[in-house]
């Protein structure tokens, strides 16, 4: 079975530039989230949906981010204009209720690593 | 979401066994403990869970004291393809927060030969 993919792999811009990154889930999961990961830190929730509903877009800088999933399977991220900050790891995961009550486990794609000059 | 605790690096030998252990003094009664483990250049991958006593797997095993205000993560035998970035999180398994991840900085791995 195919994992999470993204594209691209990597990418370099200019400040004030924008740039969009591209998952697909794994067939089948609901839920899809963004994840942005700084060096040395730990992922930071951007957005999560649920179909094609996001569900959690608190963490979103709404100002220069937005992100869509129109048919409830893959998914952008965008980013208008670009900062020098926005320099990260932008990685997307998917993930499908179970029937039981445990928590569900997220997948993760390999990321998009990002470079703004 | 209950705040982890855990140590930012760890050295170990290649054939040890590797216990991280993880700090959770809030941890909520629907929280679950999720340990994830990621390489360089690759994104998160599940390890483990659970919500008390001991879970085991292929991978590893997870010790969960009865106040649940901590656990440990257990590596039998650890070679150096086990170096990578531990992460522990209590996971939400019910309300609005359900499933979400909250991560903190992990701790570092470290094999030696």
């Known amino acids: 079975e195919a994992g999470v993919v993204q594209s691209p792999r990597y990418k370099i811009i200019e400040k004030k530039q924008p740039v969009a990154f591209w998952c697909n889930p794994i067939?089948?999961?609901?839920?899809l989230y963004w994840y942005r990961q700084n060096l040395g830190q730990g992922p930071e929730l951007l957005i999560r949906y649920e179909n094609e509903e996001a569900v959690d877009d608190s963490q979103l800088p709404k100002d220069r981010f937005s992100a869509e999933r129109l048919k409830g399977v893959d998914s952008t991220l965008k980013i208008q204009p670009a900062e020098l900050g926005d320099s990260a790891v932008y990685l997307c995961?998917?993930?499908?209720?179970?029937?039981?009550?445990?928590?569900?486990?997220?997948?993760f794609g390999p990321g998009t690593r990002l470079t703004v000059t | 979401l209950a705040k982890t605790t855990q140590p930012i690096s760890m050295d170990s030998y290649e054939g040890q066994e590797v216990n991280i252990t993880c700090s959770h003094n809030n941890i909520a009664t629907n929280d679950y403990i999720t340990w994830y483990q990621q390489f360089p250049s690759q994104g998160p991958r599940f390890i483990i869970q659970?919500?008390?006593t001991k879970v085991t797997n292929e991978v590893a095993s997870l010790f969960i004291p009865a106040d649940r205000k901590s656990s440990t993560l257990s590596l039998p035998r650890v070679s150096l393809s086990d170096t990578a970035v531990y992460y522990c999180?209590?996971?939400?398994?019910?309300?609005?927060?359900?499933?979400?991840?909250?991560f903190g900085q992990g701790t570092i791995l470290t094999v030696h030969p």
């Open positions: 067939s089948g999961h609901n839920t």
């Open positions: 999180l209590a996971q939400n398994a019910g309300g609005t927060s359900y499933g979400k991840l909250t």
């Open positions: 659970g919500y008390k």
């Open positions: 995961a998917s993930s499908s209720r179970t029937t039981g009550y445990l928590p569900y486990e997220q997948y």
